[in-house]
T-cell receptor, first 113, second 117 residues
Framework: DGGITQSPKYLFRKEGQNVTLSCEQN?????MYWYRQDPGQGLRLIYY???????QKGDIAEGYSVSREKKESFPLTVTSAQKNPTAFYLC????????????FGPGTRLTVL | AQSVTQLDSQVPVFEEAPVELRCNYS??????LFWYVQYPNQGLQLLLK??????LVKGINGFEAEFNKSQTSFHLRKPSVHISDTAEYFC???????????????FGKGTKLSVKP
């Protein structure tokens, strides 16, 4: 089955630790995205990538980093510089044009202890 | 800059009643409009999208939306809801054919639809 997988589903982190969230897609999509979702805030774009080895900051990139070494993979690292990392993180992919549907993964819920 | 306003954060409704979830957008350029649904602790799923052509767009699960350019609105409707429609609904806009970062989606804050028996 084609789709987007995110792992883990739940993640707990101690303050001061970096943590990496995985996102993999087998849809052969060029573009991939990371969003952060907080209650009542909708989705906010963290980073996006339209092609391999290239990525751009979104609206709330501070405290996050990404890489795009393979077309299928777009991992997100939440660094210790992110002041309030507890949130639901969603990865998406699309064919990279503005008319194309973004397909979402099931999400990772990150909790900082 | 583009923005999306979902006027109601919560909408309670009884089963088999009609429902309308409101969405207004602001943009100075042509836009593409989307409605997504999110069930608890899951990702988002596309309900429908407007790109061009007919202003009435039909989607999955019996939902439809009407694009109104003069009122900059894209309200979502369903004539008769089911318990299973209980979820959060997000309206989103992208910047039309200009592409690049304008192709990215801007989301509203969501409307929680609660269908009661």
């Amino acid at each position: 089955d084609g789709g987007i997988t995110q792992s883990p589903k739940y993640l707990f982190r101690k303050e001061g630790q970096n943590v990496t969230l995985s996102c993999e897609q087998n849809l052969n999509h060029d573009a991939m995205y990371w969003y952060r979702q907080d209650p009542g805030q909708g989705l906010r774009l963290i980073y996006y990538s339209q092609i391999v080895n290239d990525f751009q900051k979104g609206d709330i990139a501070e405290g996050y980093s990404v890489s795009r070494e393979k077309k299928e993979s777009f991992p997100l690292t939440v660094t210790s510089a992110q002041k309030n990392p507890t949130a639901f993180y969603l990865c998406a992919s699309s064919k990279a044009t503005s008319t194309d549907t973004q397909y979402f993964g099931p999400g990772t819920r990150l909790t900082v202890l | 800059a583009q923005s999306v306003t979902q006027l109601d954060s919560q909408v309670p409704v009884f089963e088999e009643a009609p429902v309308e979830l409101r969405c207004n957008y602001s943009s100075s350029v042509s836009v593409y409009l989307f409605w997504y649904v999110q069930y608890p602790n899951q990702g988002l799923q596309l309900l429908l999208k407007y790109l061009s052509g007919s202003t009435l767009v039909k989607g999955i699960n019996g939902f439809e939306a009407e694009f109104n350019k003069s009122q900059t609105s894209f309200h979502l409707r369903k004539p008769s809801v089911h318990i299973s429609d209980t979820a959060e609904y997000f309206c989103a806009v992208s910047g039309g054919p200009s592409g690049g970062s304008q192709g990215n989606l801007i989301f509203g804050k969501g409307t929680k639809l609660s269908v009661k028996p």
